[in-house]
């Protein structure tokens, strides 16, 4: 069986990073892991082609050398899951798919035109899927029914699969599912909240794999909360300390946590010890009364402002998540939002407008409550660009325009450049040995363009060496990192213009839309019931 995988396109996102991407020569931040496993799971007397389109085009002779043709999607690659599926039908080509798109909106799926839907978690669903096709079948749709798969017999990934010098990071992971309930994550409804984890001998084979195959640069352990189950994550770091010492701290990871990491001095000093150098809090809002609203209860037993500096100190660089718009918010939400990413000099907000995500307790709770609204949009790709799919309890006009100026503010390139100055000189310094970076053309040439966008051509350019020597002289073993979260800053300059245009032509759209020019988005009856103790 020759099995074609696809990784659909995304957007230009917060995430996609074009434009410092461009200066180090890759193509994309990282690969699509969850084909890769799906490749491992899958027959190994199969053959197997991995194409990202976010790197390439998809070859005629592969459409050709298929015999089927799997996909897997996130909402927010809903166009080009769609366009593929239609160019392998042309090539007539049984089509399978899976992925937190499929799974959240079979119905779209089927409507597409896929042969086979592959639901849930594959550990369990594809070995339903081969059986089918060895029974001769043309089409199926697999669920796990309820049932989560023990991934410590999760195979190693494909890696071999991947173009390594398309990518910046590569990905791995330890953990699915989260322990908390937030009401408008969808992390729990596909992984559930009993976070499940592979053995620390495990993830160090797959490691191992990526460091046979000869990958050197960042990995990405990309569990939604990988501290989810801190037992478990903690027996898993001695042993990776040991295993990075011995190889001489070969990588540099990032991931995802909760905000109750700074509560947990042990855990944070031993991610710095295996060479963690960067962790994404999902912070979302100052307000606590949107916290609890949401049941985020977890960000309201502590001081934020405090804990995101515990994690700072520590040697952890944050990167956080906002979002505008939760029920009963009052105005002002968006300069709060930049107040405390300025207080808590946060280089790298990631900022949205609230959506609700199928089969969320959010989705459930506002279907009730008849305020979805146009269902296209609302099963559409869901990213920074797109206004909120629900009617909102105060008006949208207002949410938009405080999200775009707290936006275009947040990535001003001088507030950018200054918050993250403070940010690295106040960063705990790393304790293992830094690798030596390789000095090629692409280096250079990278380090001279930063240098003469925003140390000569833009007004940042006294702050940029003033603040680049600065850190030399005060905080000297981040530097090198520090410039390179500089150099984010060429991705932001462009997508706030972005996110400007798209979210105001959109907001016209409706006004225009509205009669008498009222937005039909504009709620003042919605009534909040008391969810804070639920």
Request: charged share 20%; glycine share 4%.
């Amino acid at each position: 069986m020759r099995v074609l995988l696809i990784y659909p396109q995304f957007p230009k996102s917060f995430w996609s990073f074009e434009k410092a991407l461009e200066l180090v020569d890759r193509k994309a931040m990282l690969p699509p892991l969850g084909l890769a496993t799906v490749a491992a799971i899958l027959p190994q007397d199969w053959e197997f082609k991995l194409v990202d389109h976010n790197v390439t085009e998809v070859p005629s002779a592969d459409w050709h050398w298929a015999d089927v043709v799997i996909l897997s999607a996130m909402i927010v690659q809903k166009a080009d899951f769609l366009a593929q599926i239609q160019i392998a039908k042309q090539y007539q080509k049984l089509v399978a798919v899976g992925g937190p798109y499929a799974t959240a909106l079979p119905q779209e799926a089927i409507a597409s035109g896929a042969d086979f839907l592959i639901l849930d978690e594959g550990e369990i669903t594809l070995p339903q899927f081969v059986a089918a096709l060895q029974r001769g079948e043309r089409s199926g749709i697999f669920r796990a029914d309820g049932e989560k798969p023990d991934v410590t017999t999760t195979p190693i990934p494909r890696f071999d699969l991947l173009d390594f010098d398309a990518y910046d990071s590569m990905s791995v992971q330890f953990s699915r599912g989260c322990p908390f309930q937030c009401e408008f994550c969808d992390i729990i409804v596909l992984y559930g909240r009993k976070p499940r984890t592979k053995t620390p001998s495990q993830l160090l084979a797959e490691l191992e794999r990526l460091y046979e195959l000869g990958w050197r640069r960042s990995i990405f352990m990309v569990d939604d909360n990988f501290i989810g189950n801190k037992r478990n994550v903690k027996l898993l770091l001695r042993e990776l300390q040991s295993w990075m010492a011995s190889y001489n701290y070969p990588f540099r990871f990032n991931t995802e946590a909760s905000i109750d990491l700074a509560n947990d001095q042990e855990l944070m000093d031993l991610m710095v010890a295996c060479n963690f150098n960067a962790v994404f809090l999902g912070i979302e809002t100052p307000d606590e009364a949107s916290l609890a609203l949401t049941q985020k209860f977890q960000n309201t037993r502590s001081s934020l402002v405090e804990s995101v500096e515990k994690i700072v100190q520590s040697g952890l660089r944050v990167m956080a998540g906002f979002i505008i718009g939760f029920d009963g918010e009052q105005s002002g939400a968006g300069d709060r939002i930049v107040r405390f990413v300025e207080q808590t000099t946060i280089p790298t907000a990631m900022f949205s407008m609230l959506q609700a995500l199928p089969d969320t307790a959010l989705w459930h709770r506002l279907n009730r409550e008849n305020r979805l609204v146009d269902p296209e949009r609302n099963a559409s790709g869901m990213n920074q660009t797109t206004l909120m799919n629900f009617v909102p309890t105060r008006p949208i006009e207002d949410i938009a325009q405080e999200y775009v100026d707290a936006f275009w503010r947040l990535y001003d390139p001088m507030a950018y450049l200054d918050r993250t100055y403070r940010h690295f000189l106040k960063l705990g310094a790393p304790v293992c040995p830094s690798r030596v970076r390789q000095v090629n053309w692409v280096n250079i040439r990278a380090l001279l363009t930063l240098c003469w966008r925003q140390g000569i051509v833009r007004k940042t350019r006294w702050r940029f060496w003033f603040y680049l020597f600065s850190i030399i002289r005060h905080n000297p073993k981040v530097w090198e990192p520090y410039l390179g979260i500089c150099a984010l800053g060429e991705h932001f300059l462009e997508y706030r213009q972005i996110v400007r245009t798209q979210i105001e032509a959109q907001l016209a759209e409706q006004v225009a839309m509205a009669p008498d020019g009222d937005l039909v988005t504009q709620v003042s009856t919605v009534v909040l019931p008391d969810r804070v103790g639920v």
